[in-house]
């Protein structure tokens, strides 16, 4: 599934094709992906989106943001296997439209973006009054899932006091309610930078341990985003690319391997319903 740091990939690969341009049409193959109050109604939505102008796309958590004039907007959750690709202006889209594109977006420039989503676990929800700088209360009022603070910018006592129950910290960690951006990838990268066991109550973390986490996670996403994400089999970003990061990896999918810090063979667990990558002297409990 794409995490944070595979959604700002392509948050920055849309920003230059796309803000400032006018929406010029909508097809929408699949209705079943529309959410929000208006599913019922899309049609009729997209129809009033067609003709403003993009003014942002952004990124909260895992959802990319669209939006256009007078608040107008798209929130694109991408699911399993939901990916966008950016088509060539030059090409006929129609002729090279990939199987399973759920949604098409036009613009002025000739560009168009195509929503591709094989599993069908992707939603796109349209919404009005949508702020992007804090469109939290809108998706929230809409039915979306409350989102705690960013992983990238929380701070520490906040980050703290996140971990005073007797969950394990990995699940603490996937609780998107509580620290927003974190998905099963990175997750494991982090608590292994950090050499913290992922099925440790997080009531057991000291404060000095609490501050190394946050610093590795923060510097495990930055990393990750700078490598354009991580692909195993579906990511791509607007461009086709995959994803970088894969080959830095240090824990996750590296089971059987040595330890790149004490050469232990790191092993595969699951720890909350996940499955989970450790080194067991490392992160011993």
């Known amino acids: 599934m794409p995490e944070m740091p595979e959604v700002e990939s392509i948050a920055l690969g849309l920003r230059p094709a796309l803000v400032g341009q006018c929406v010029t049409r909508v097809r929408v193959g699949t209705p079943l992906v529309i959410r929000g109050p208006y599913r019922r109604h899309w049609r009729a939505f997209m129809a009033e989106l067609t003709g403003r102008r993009v003014e942002s796309i952004t990124r909260r958590a895992k959802r990319l943001i669209l939006v256009a004039e007078r608040g107008m907007g798209l929130v694109f959750q991408l699911g399993m296997t939901g990916k966008f690709l950016l088509s060539d202006p030059k090409q006929d889209v129609a002729a090279t439209t990939p199987k399973h594109t759920r949604l098409i977006l036009s613009f002025c420039n000739g560009t168009e973006v195509l929503f591709v989503d094989p599993r069908r676990f992707g939603r796109v929800w349209c919404l009005r009054d949508l702020d992007a700088q804090a469109p939290d209360a809108v998706m929230e009022a809409a039915g979306l899932t409350p989102l705690g603070p960013e992983a990238l910018d929380v701070r520490p006592k906040a980050f703290a006091a996140l971990l005073t129950t007797d969950r394990p910290i990995k699940s603490l960690l996937l609780d ?12 494991d990268e982090s608590l292994w930078a950090a050499s913290i066991h992922p099925a440790r109550a997080g009531s057991s973390v000291t404060a000095t341990e609490a501050a190394t986490l946050r610093r590795e996670i923060q510097k495990v996403l930055r990393r990750a985003i700078r490598a354009g994400g991580t692909t195993f089999s579906d990511f791509r970003n ?14 996750y999918g590296r089971q059987g391997e040595p330890c790149p810090r004490c050469d232990t063979t790191i092993q595969y667990l699951r720890v909350a319903g996940r499955g989970t990558h450790i080194c067991p002297r490392c992160q011993a409990k």
């Open 238 to 251: 607007v461009h086709g690319e995959m994803g970088r990061f894969r080959d830095r990896l240090k824990a």
């Open 176 to 187: 998107q309610s509580r620290i927003a951006g974190l998905g099963n990838i990175y997750a």
